[in-house]
């Protein structure tokens, strides 16, 4: 949270929040098939396991005990999941999560292998099963139960990412590099579109946020993304004893296209991404959220080349034995 608090002083007192060695994470220039993107490589936000999950948790772990129990839900191949499990355990705290199936693939099915290695696992057969289980358990379990909501999206959490988006602005700055005209991030539970408008707002940078769909639309979209923006922002100004910065419609733009028809279903573009990154001697990606929003960034530095395009790398290959 350092970008925050070097502006904001006072949240060094009122934001409560954990040390897991998230640190600041690089820009590069990326060229993919004749396109050039700037990408913020995001999955290297801790030494241990990165990606965006990380940023959120350290605010949502605050306070946590040894021998507390964490709990929380996701999909069989939650990334999610796997890092409130590995931090928690770095913590001293147990994790159990309830889940949900999804359309398998390698990565998921890795995921999934090392999540009941990490924490107790209770299969359910929808996403509304395993949030009812999950709110028995909430209810039932006492003071030791810290709940973690899904993908770690709620207006808390959601100020991890405001942090990272004020901290590439302060990179740009550093490097008297303009700002990208359109960021592309995935969408899934949204808190990280959401946070990234709120720090975007904070910044003073008229970036657009493009949230490139892979769940489905009951989950999400605009009005849950922006309501989520606008509880982060009042957040922040309670917080940070200032007003909250305003947040604009305009500044958002949901892409549909890149969803497939099912969560974690790869389609043609995805695949054709995750190869042309491979073949550039980039870093692994997933084709449930990454290769779809970098699809998506693909796309648009095509379709408008004057348009400066940075894209949100938020999965972490590493501990698969990626580059």
């Avoid at 050039?36 to 306070?63: Q, V």
């Avoid at 929808?126 to 379990?141: H, K, N, Q």
């Avoid at 080349?305 to 972490?316: C, H, I, Q």
Wanted: aromatic share 4%.
């Amino acid at each position: 949270m350092d970008a925050l608090i070097a502006r904001w002083p006072r949240l060094a007192e009122t934001l409560p929040r954990v040390d897991l060695l998230v640190r600041e994470t690089p820009i590069e220039r990326w060229e993919l098939d004749g396109v050039t993107l700037l990408a913020k490589r995001d999955d290297l936000s801790t030494p241990t396991f990165g990606g965006n999950k990380a940023r959120a948790l350290e605010l949502l772990l605050a306070n946590v005990a040894r021998g507390d129990t964490l709990l929380t839900v996701g999909s069989s191949g939650s990334t999610h999941a796997l890092a409130v499990a590995l931090f928690g355990r770095q913590l001293g705290a147990r994790t159990r999560v309830f889940t949900w199936p999804q359309e398998e693939h390698d990565v998921s099915r890795a995921t999934s292998e090392r999540l009941r290695t990490a924490a107790r696992v209770t299969e359910s057969r929808t996403p509304v099963t395993a949030m009812l289980r999950a709110s028995l358990v909430r209810l039932m379990g006492g003071g030791h139960i810290r709940w973690i909501p899904a993908g770690g999206s709620n207006a808390l959490g959601a100020l991890g990412h405001a942090n990272a988006a004020v901290e590439l602005a302060e990179q740009l700055a550093r490097a008297s590099a303009p700002a990208p005209d359109l960021l592309i991030v995935p969408l899934g539970s949204g808190g990280t579109a959401a946070g990234l408008m709120v720090g975007l707002a904070l910044a003073g940078l008229r970036t657009r946020v493009l949230a490139v769909r892979v769940v489905p639309r009951v989950v999400a979209n605009r009005r849950r993304v922006m309501r989520l923006a606008r509880a982060t922002a009042a957040r922040f100004g309670e917080l940070a004893g200032v007003a909250a910065p305003e947040i604009l419609e305009e500044r958002l733009v949901v892409e549909q296209a890149q969803y497939g028809g099912a969560y974690a279903r790869e389609t043609d573009a995805s695949r054709t991404a995750v190869a042309l990154l491979r073949a550039a001697g980039g870093p692994s990606i997933e084709g449930t959220y990454s290769a779809k929003a970098l699809a998506a960034a693909l796309t648009y530095a095509r379709t408008a080349p004057n348009e400066r395009v940075l894209f949100w790398l938020t999965f972490d290959g590493r501990w698969l034995g990626a580059p």
